[in-house]
């Protein structure tokens, strides 16, 4: 009874907190605040996000959050929404850790490693979770190489990388793409020899049909084994998003050309990508996983936003022997979002507002949810793409942005959405259950 008590509580204010947000982040924009209340009450599934393990003082660091982490490629700008000076990431340091305000800047970030630092200690492996209580996340879904202690199970569900199951042949020529893929090429490689080991797989097969059976489909029922709901494709970091329809012959003899020495041209490896795309997302329907899709203009220097346009997915989207197959298109395609508007209308398409919402305003973000909502409410999902930043921006405080976002931006659109006559305040709550709960569950598989 006193920890119930105690939940209730804690959902109290966080409400409370909530509430008190628009005078401390984003200018005013029109909100009702009953609607307000309510989308603050629900209890969110995020569709995607890295958390991080807790990690003992002295104990290797956790290297499992993302596959294509971009520390090593060349430095690079931020939107200026994601900087440390921008007022949203104070106004997240003092809601999580309630740091006093002080005299200069230098002892404030020191009191906020401080008390940081001290309740990571103070919680342990249960950090994580107290991440979603502050938050209000009831289920994170996180993209990682392999899951770990603190990682609930109940409430971080495990979205696994696949990008190397694409790669098995030498990425020389394919890394000399641009100066932002020389070093993730690697990375991909070396994830590919860890899933082969997982296998006990000790040398690549010599047939394309022989690696699919042996390699790409146990890989991914063994992530479904470990409790994956989805698999993730990073590519659009390392090539533009164009699989096209697959030729399998050629696909077949680029394979094995190569599967003992030599690198194949451009022109070859895309063959097999795309044949080995298509292998991966059926094997994934098969298993009842879900496909995420990077898809947004950023980051890095070199990074390709004509090859990353949502549009360039239409191929595969249009294929109908992947129809079993649900595609979430991670990050809405941001700043395209029209051209994801016109891929929601794929029966098993949906798309996602993480990165989006710690980029850009509640009152942007609304725009784009009214635009959404208004044709296709039941393919919306929220997502926060938190992300570990360092004291300053770790993942916790990621989460809290995007998830403080996501709510006022979704009270903004539905107030606007009822203030015109167009839905009722019965259809603004079931909207707003589908885009923060709902809609995720249903592509996932989770409770409602």
């Known amino acids: 009874m006193d920890r119930l008590m105690s939940l209730r509580m804690s959902k109290r204010g966080f409400v409370a907190l909530l509430g008190l947000l628009p005078s401390v982040t984003i200018a005013q924009a029109a909100i009702d605040p009953a609607i307000q209340s309510y989308i603050n009450s629900i209890r969110v ?64 970030k020191a009191s906020l490693k401080a ?56 990425t020389r020529n394919e890394a000399t793409r641009t100066p932002d893929v020389k070093p993730l090429y690697p990375r991909e490689a070396k994830l590919l020899r860890r899933y082969l080991k997982d296998l006990d797989v000790r040398s690549l097969p010599t047939t394309l049909d022989e690696y ?20 993730k494709f990073e590519a659009a970091y390392l090539r533009p998003l164009d699989f096209d329809d697959p030729n399998p012959s050629e696909a077949a003899r680029v394979y094995a050309k190569y599967a003992k020495a030599g690198a194949p041209t451009r022109a070859e490896y895309k063959s097999l990508e795309d044949y080995l795309f298509r292998v991966i997302c059926r094997e994934a329907g098969k298993q009842k996983l ?54 929601l209308g794929k029966p098993n398409v949906y798309a996602d507002i993480s ?10 973000i609304a725009g784009v949810l009214r635009q959404w909502l208004g044709e296709w409410p039941d393919k919306v999902l929220f997502g926060s793409d938190a992300f570990d ?13 995007g998830a403080t976002t996501a709510r006022r931006a979704l009270a903004i659109a539905l107030t606007g959405m009822m203030k015109d006559g167009e839905i009722s305040r019965d259809r603004a709550q079931a909207i707003a259950r589908m885009v923060m709960r709902e809609n995720a569950a249903k592509v996932y598989g989770l409770p409602k």
């Open 115 to 170: 008390a940081a630092t001290k309740m990571m200690a103070e919680k342990g492996q249960g950090f994580p979770t107290w991440v979603l209580d502050q938050t209000g996340i009831d289920v994170m879904l996180a993209n990682r190489i392999a899951m770990g202690p603190g990682l609930s199970p109940t409430r971080f569900k495990w979205v696994a990388f696949v990008d190397p199951l694409m790669l098995p042949l030498d």
């Open 389 to 401: 930043g360092g004291v300053e921006q770790g993942w916790e405080q990621v989460a809290w942005v």
């Open 45 to 108: 599934i995020d569709d995607h996000a890295h958390p991080m393990r807790p990690v003992a003082a002295g104990a290797p660091a956790d290297t499992d959050f993302d596959a294509l982490p971009l520390d090593g490629i060349p430095s690079f700008d931020l939107p200026s929404r994601l900087k440390g000076d921008d007022p949203i990431w104070r106004a997240a340091q003092q809601a999580l850790y309630h740091v006093p305000s002080a005299a200069t800047e230098a002892a404030y």
């Open 290 to 343: 879900a496909v995420q899709i990077h898809v947004l203009e950023t980051f890095g220097g070199f990074y390709s936003v004509h090859g990353s346009s949502p549009h360039n997915l239409e191929p595969a989207f249009n294929d109908s022997s992947l129809r079993a197959t649900n595609f979430v298109i991670v990050h809405g395609g941001w700043p395209l979002i029209n051209e994801t508007q016109g891929l």
């Open 355 to 364: 990165m989006m919402d710690d980029i850009q305003s509640p009152t942007v």
């Open 212 to 231: 699919v059976r042996t390699v790409v489909a146990p890989t991914i029922a063994r992530e479904k084994a470990g409790g994956a709901v989805g698999i």
